[in-house]
């Protein structure tokens, strides 16, 4: 099955320049500041297909996906107390999911054998309600680096090979998969969240130093593209941010690596596993 992104009118989603090699030891705009420096030579996926291009781009209109339109039973919950925000969930989406592990006979599977399920697991994060940038920014973390609005994590954009996890990994058809933990995720802001913008894209959730992520346009609905923003992915302007209009520092998420955040700009707080 073909993939089923929205097609934008300004960035050529069938020739996306790929991520691999921009992995950086400092903030640097268009690259993945991450904390690991040594990557698995395994996992992730074991072949490419046609979408992967020789010009060092790949088709994301043509990219194969994982079967299935699973739902989930979600719980996401945002609560606000003084300047604390705090996010509990299950970590399950409310968007449906492929169908995972990835069976032998899906068409996917010659790609990408994912053998992960997708399992719940609550957890809770508190976040500031007014970030502040840090002095210093910080590297990403393998992992979840974020939590979107539809309750699922968000990870940077390598897989656990050190390459562009979008380009090369198969995910479902709102772009997400499971790790080996069975914490389902997104590389990439997923289509099934995001509506079209006609002017400055909404919320769609917030990166764990507590700053928010915003769909792909920026003032005025223009389509955002790394050179609009800094090194770490964002910038800073006036939002809406908790029903009211603010100056603030955001991310926003682009169609091109490394698709949500490059590094932290505000002071990353650490999540809450409950265990049950």
Same mark, same amino acid.
């Given at each position: 099955?073909?993939?089923?992104?929205?097609?934008?009118?300004?960035?050529?989603?069938?020739?996306?320049?790929?991520?691999?090699?921009?992995?950086?030891?400092?903030?640097?705009?268009?690259? *993945?500041?991450?904390?690991?420096?040594?990557?698995?030579?395994?996992?992730? !996926?074991?072949?490419?297909?046609?979408?992967?291009?020789?010009?060092?781009?790949?088709?994301?209109?043509? @990219?194969?996906?994982?079967?299935?339109? *699973?739902?989930?039973?979600?719980?996401?919950?945002?609560?606000? @107390?003084?300047?604390?925000?705090?996010?509990?969930?299950?970590?399950l989406p409310k968007s449906v999911t492929g169908n995972f592990p990835i069976s032998v006979k899906d068409d996917a599977y010659a790609y990408d054998r994912n053998p992960n399920a997708i399992t719940a697991?609550?957890?809770?994060?508190?976040?500031?309600?007014?970030?502040?940038?840090?002095?210093?920014?910080?590297?990403?973390?393998?992992? !979840?680096?974020? *939590?979107?609005?539809?309750?699922?994590?968000?990870?940077?954009?390598?897989?656990?090979?050190?390459?562009?996890?979008? !380009?090369?990994?198969?995910?479902?058809?709102?772009?997400?998969?499971?790790?080996?933990?069975?914490?389902?995720?997104?590389?990439?802001?997923?289509?099934?969240?995001?509506?079209?913008?006609?002017?400055?894209? !909404?919320?769609?959730?917030?990166?764990?130093?507590?700053?928010?992520?915003?769909?792909?346009?920026?003032?005025?609905?223009?389509?955002?593209?790394?050179?609009?923003?800094?090194?770490?992915?964002?910038?800073?302007?006036?939002?809406?941010?908790?029903?009211?209009?603010?100056?603030?520092?955001?991310?926003?998420?682009?169609?091109?690596?490394?698709?949500? *955040?490059?590094?932290?700009?505000?002071?990353?707080?650490?999540? @809450?596993?409950?265990?049950?």
């Amino acid at each position: 099955m073909a993939n089923n992104i929205t097609k934008t009118t300004s960035i050529d989603l069938k020739h996306l320049p790929i991520g691999d090699g921009r992995i950086s030891t400092q903030p640097k705009t268009g690259y *993945v500041w991450s904390c690991r420096t040594r990557f698995r030579r395994t996992g992730g !996926a074991h072949a490419s297909g046609d979408w992967i291009q020789a010009d060092g781009t790949y088709n994301l209109t043509v @990219k194969p996906i994982v079967d299935g339109a *699973v739902s989930w039973p979600s719980q996401f919950q945002i609560r606000q @107390k003084n300047n604390t925000r705090t996010i509990s969930s299950n970590r399950l989406p409310k968007s449906v999911t492929g169908n995972f592990p990835i069976s032998v006979k899906d068409d996917a599977y010659a790609y990408d054998r994912n053998p992960n399920a997708i399992t719940a697991q609550a957890y809770q994060i508190q976040l500031p309600t007014m970030p502040t940038v840090a002095q210093d920014s910080s590297c990403l973390p393998m992992g !979840a680096i974020g *939590v979107l609005l539809n309750g699922g994590y968000f990870f940077n954009a390598v897989d656990e090979r050190g390459e562009d996890a979008v !380009a090369h990994e198969i995910q479902d058809r709102c772009q997400g998969h499971p790790e080996r933990g069975g914490a389902y995720h997104y590389h990439s802001l997923t289509s099934c969240l995001e509506a079209q913008c006609q002017e400055h894209s !909404a919320l769609v959730g917030y990166a764990f130093d507590g700053f928010g992520i915003y769909g792909h346009c920026g003032e005025n609905g223009k389509i955002l593209t790394n050179s609009d923003l800094d090194a770490c992915h964002g910038h800073t302007h006036e939002i809406t941010w908790d029903g009211k209009k603010q100056k603030l520092y955001h991310y926003h998420a682009t169609w091109e690596y490394p698709y949500t *955040v490059g590094c932290y700009r505000g002071k990353p707080n650490t999540v @809450k596993i409950t265990r049950r």
